[in-house]
């Protein structure tokens, strides 16, 4: 294994797919980061099993243990720097981060969106562009700055909307397109324009 791995957190709230495809990235010895830490907002998250079936550490950050979004994003950051982390990917993550934390990890910080951004950015993405009629739908990935999902995109991966598509075969097929591009979007990041910053 290459000693430069970037030792990389996946912040997760649920299933963890996509922690999972950049788990089976980070496997290949000339993959640019090191999946080090999980961390999760809800205890159930079956990502954490994926971490521990992967022996990756984790932790589990509750916010509702905390008085504030500040608070818990205090917690988040001491976590991250304890465990000696040079970069962030952001997986199904459903809090909403503070200016401060954004500020922390500004150009080291990423995120999955199940969409074509700039469109339809929030939550029902997949409704969302359905009803907008559009033909094509998607995923990108982008940096994470103050406002949410609309950090500059780093990458998108797109598909034909099917006359006969609903919101569930939409997620289904995106989430495809999704393991595929984020792996593929940090790998690229990792070995061009961050290393020299990290
Ligand atoms: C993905 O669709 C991602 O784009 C969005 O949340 C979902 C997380 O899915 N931000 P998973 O937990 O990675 O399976």
Redesign the pocket.
């Known amino acids: 294994m290459p000693s430069a791995r970037i030792r990389t957190a996946v912040l ?10 950049l788990i089976d990235a980070a496997k290949h010895p000339d993959y640019p980061a090191e999946i080090a830490l999980v961390i999760s907002n809800q205890a159930n ?3 954490l099993t994926r971490a521990a079936g992967a022996s990756i550490a984790s932790e589990v950050i509750a916010h509702t243990d905390f008085p504030s979004r500040e608070a818990f994003d205090a917690a988040l950051h001491a976590a991250l720097t304890a465990h000696h982390i040079q970069f962030v990917c ?5 809090r909403v981060l503070t200016p401060e934390f954004v500020k922390k990890w500004q150009g080291r910080m990423i ?4 969409s074509l951004l700039p469109k339809h950015k929030g939550l029902h ?1 997949h409704q969302a562009a359905l009803d907008a009629a559009d033909t094509q739908h998607g ?1 990108t990935v982008h940096w994470v700055s103050e406002g949410v999902d609309e950090g500059d995109i780093i990458a998108q991966s797109a598909l034909d909307i099917l006359p006969d598509d609903t919101a569930e075969t939409l ?1 289904q097929r ?2 495809v397109l ?2 595929q591009l ?1 792996p593929k979007a940090l790998k690229e990041i990792l070995n061009t324009q961050c290393q020299s910053h990290l």
């Open positions: 997760i709230s649920g299933s963890g797919s996509n922690l999972q495809a998250a079956y990502g952001l997986a199904g993550f459903m995120n999955i969106h199940p993405t995923c997620q995106v989430h999704e393991h984020y």
